[in-house]
């Protein structure tokens, strides 16, 4: 049975630009909703490609390697076609300066179809009947 989703405030929202301050791409932020109603605590996103951070759509979050899998488990079952779950340090020199934290990278193509169905959306003139 899946769980309801709960509400995130605006105040939750936000938090997700912590890490970099940007607005999140228009075309991973559906993923980053999604997740977040899910409780996972997003802190950085990408929707990849030229031009961004990373080549792959990617999400960045703060967990316990159970809640991870989670993670992963509200991406496959919200059809948002995760690529990989990777358990992430950064070092500097020999030591580790951050982490571990957690991302989910994406296949392209839903991005794709996001976008274009914004974009159909946004181009899309009501019609006047007469």
């Not at 607005?23 to 929707?47: A, R, W, Y």
């Not at 991870?68 to 995760?82: C, G, H, R, T």
């Not at 990278?105 to 991005?111: E, G, L, N, S, T």
Request: hydrophobic content about 35%; aromatic content about 8%; some cysteine.
């Amino acid at each position: 049975m899946k769980e309801k989703r709960k509400e995130i405030t605006r105040k939750e929202f936000n938090r997700h630009l912590e890490f970099n301050n940007q607005p999140i791409d228009k075309g991973i932020l559906h993923h980053v909703k999604i997740l977040k109603e899910n409780g996972v605590d997003t802190f950085m996103s990408c929707q990849g490609g030229k031009g961004h951070t990373f080549s792959s759509p990617t999400i960045r979050f703060r967990c316990t390697k159970k809640e991870a899998f989670k993670a992963l488990s509200v991406a496959v079952d919200n059809d948002l076609s995760p690529m990989a779950l990777n358990e992430i340090r950064l070092l500097i020199g020999k030591k580790i300066a951050f982490g571990p934290f957690w991302e989910l990278q994406f296949h392209h193509q839903k991005i794709d179809e996001i976008l274009n169905e914004k974009e159909k959306k946004e181009n899309q003139t009501p019609k006047v009947q007469g």
